[in-house]
């Protein structure tokens, strides 16, 4: 199983960037995807994940209302469109495959290798 981050850069305060996920190796319809971000000296956190339909999406406090989620279950990929771009929101952002577990949460089973996003203001 292997999945592929890509499409962070350099970009200003403003900007807006598209993150893609290209799975390969598993079922990817049956798989939640997420995406995470770990700023430099900071743990890896939550950002937006998308349910393995593409029905329920969610997103962090942080990024809501500028970050779009949406998958395609035939190519393999899941995309994260990030708008009005803000310094903090420079890191590496990885995403992730999971399930449900037994607490309802998903459980993030694969990783990509992640994309680094970095804001200039």
């Known amino acids: 199983v292997q999945l592929q981050a890509s499409g962070g850069g350099l970009v200003q305060a403003g900007d807006s960037l598209r993150l893609t996920c290209a799975a390969f190796?598993?079922?990817?319809?049956?798989?939640?995807i997420g995406w995470f971000r770990q700023a430099p000296g900071k743990e890896r956190v939550f950002v937006a994940a998308?349910?393995?339909?593409?029905?329920?999406?969610y997103f962090a406090d942080s990024v809501r209302g500028r970050v779009a989620i949406a998958r395609d279950n035939v190519k393999n990929t899941a995309s994260l469109q990030m708008n009005s771009l803000k310094p903090e929101d420079t890191a590496v952002y990885y995403c992730?495959?999971?399930?449900?577990?037994?607490?309802?949460?998903?459980?993030?089973?694969?990783w990509g290798q992640g994309t680094l996003v970095t804001v200039s203001s």
């Open positions: 998308i349910n393995w339909s593409g029905a329920s999406v």
């Open positions: 190796g598993l079922t990817f319809g049956r798989y939640a």
């Open positions: 992730a495959a999971g399930r449900l577990g037994p607490d309802e949460k998903y459980e993030y089973e694969y």
